[in-house]
């Protein structure tokens, strides 16, 4: 006899921004005229919050008018994986002491020619899955 | 004196399912009463339509009455990305040629205990865009 593990195991919130800090590459959903929209963004995770940066004057920054947000990263193998969404309030850093300390956070350059915001999502809730592929 | 290569590629139709098929987790944008959900999926690519599976009875589920979905798949190293994002109509198959068509797509098995459902997203548009990271 043996037993089956669960395949989904719901993550607790610590776990969930480990699982966050380890991945470069997550998506942001939000509602664009009433649509849902999806942005594949570059982040970080600083004090448990998710940073971003974006271009001046695009689609992504109109977007955080809206500033209820989901927040999208996973990782997987062929044996199994995790997702962590974080549904939040996204804001745009204005001040000096805002940027700098965003400054400070491991972001990857994007690209070095266009001039860019940087996004914070503030957490609201965190909710973070593993799950195991494979049959019984 | 050096060209720069442009940061953002847009990709023809046919290089997006190309990179579609070379994945097997995505993720499903729907309004789930008004708003927003994202919900991670193993899928397939089968004819230019996703296809993937659902336990039955879950919010996914019943997110599939709202039709109108977002699929969105990605993948990048250090240097580079890219991320398809699939606008369309989902609908669970129902016949027993519709679900003997499906079987015969590569889908990795999810759980071997619950009943699922087939999911297939037929497209409305596909867009595409390789993405380099780096500084100027």
New interface residues.
Partial sequence: MTT?TD?VTILPASECWDLLAGV??G?L???VDGH???F?V?FAVQNRTVLFRTAEGTKLVSAMINNDV?F?A?D?N?AE?W?V?VKGRAGTLRTDDEIAEAERAQL??????VKQHYVRIKPVSVTGRR??????
């Fill in positions: 089956r395949p470069a590459l998506r959903v939000t509602s849902p929209e999806i594949p570059n989901l999208e996973d997987h062929v994986g997702s969404i990857l350059p994007w690209t070095g020619t799950f195991a592929f494979g049959g019984a």
